[in-house]
């Protein structure tokens, strides 16, 4: 790849409703992916029917790359080589609309934040976990500006490089709920940009964090995240969002107290991770004062009927075998049914 450089300036190109798809099949007479939390849960893309529908990626062209790496290169090694393609690909793809007339442009652009125009408008950050430590990283894992973020601090960013490919996903299954496509298509983020051109609001700025895994680190990055916001940001709102799983919750909650006690308003996205569809179970913690609390769904009691399809692609025999017999769909195994990032299409509501 290139020597690294800031992201979030000058022109990108974008080859809309397209997406890169890595298929991680394991190693023959190896780590196969689905016994340890790095890389290769057994998630399914599927491109037709009810499933579809309820997943963001239903809609797009896929480029689809099975590699097949040699048993005895280590895991970590696999999984790098798997991130590497992935970008590299999307990089080979996006370089075909250079030269070419685009549909459509958007500029991104923060500089009015201050002028006169917005004087009494909320200003508002969003914080977002792009990691959660209790999977642990890889020296060579990528995830943010190629770091692996142990032992990071939150950063504040500019939007823009979030949206440019500064953040990437990493390695992990437990990362399930999250997606490279959608750090570089943050509904969040674009939704803020959008409430900032129309001067609803002024979007004060981002911040990456992660979720960790020791408690001395919580209560540090948690009360530098609520810092950033109130006193770099200057923020009246914030929205947070988590890393996949459970116990990201306790940071995210966290932070949002110290930030409503700093007083900025908090909105959270929580994930509902109970399969006895309570709402006892599904809220995992209660902090007074922390109270716009939005509920998505984790699917774990929802699934389809698999439809018939022409075309199986797996990343080894045994999985297209599975796939092929598959007689339902459960949509926690569907891509893109579960998100943390603002794009699931499903909501936990009691009735």
Known sequence: MTPIASAGQGTTHVLRGTAVAVVDGGQPGGERGYTSRRGGVAKILEMSGPPSQASSFGNLRHLVVVPHPHPEVARHSVLNALRLASVKASVYLAR??????????????????????????????????????????????????????????????????????????????????????????????????????????????????????????????????????????????????????????????????????????????????????????????NIPGVDAVVNVSEAADISWPAPAVETVIAGNPEVETLLANLTELPGVSVCGVTNNQGASRLQSIIY
């Not at 917005?118 to 977002?128: D, E, N, S």
């Not at 990528?142 to 390695?171: K, Q």
């Not at 940001?233 to 110290?258: C, N, W």
Request: net charge negative.
């Open 96 to 285: 075909t609309a250079q030269g070419k007339t685009p549909g459509s442009t958007q500029v991104f652009d923060l500089n009015g934040a201050g002028e006169d125009g917005r004087k009494g408008l909320p200003r508002v950050a969003y914080i977002g976990q792009v990691h959660g430590h209790q999977h642990g990283t890889e020296v060579d894992e990528h995830i943010l500006y190629g770091g692996n973020t142990r032992g990071m601090l939150p950063v504040p960013l500019h939007p823009n490089e979030w949206l440019d490919g500064a953040v990437v996903v990493s390695y992990s299954w437990g990362a399930r709920g999250l997606d490279t496509y959608f750090h570089q298509n943050h509904p969040i983020i674009l939704d803020l940009y959008r409430l900032h051109e129309a001067k609803e609001i002024t979007f004060a700025g981002v911040v990456a964090t992660t979720s960790s895994g020791q408690l001395d680190e919580l209560n540090r990055n948690c009360m530098v995240a609520a810092q950033i916001v109130k006193h770099t940001f200057k923020a009246d709102g914030v929205i947070i969002t988590k890393y996949a799983g459970g116990a990201p919750h306790s940071d995210m909650f966290e932070t949002a107290r110290l930030c409503e006690d700093l007083g900025v308003k908090t909105a959270i996205m929580v994930s509902d991770t109970a399969p006895d569809r309570r709402a006892e179970s599904a809220a995992l913690m």
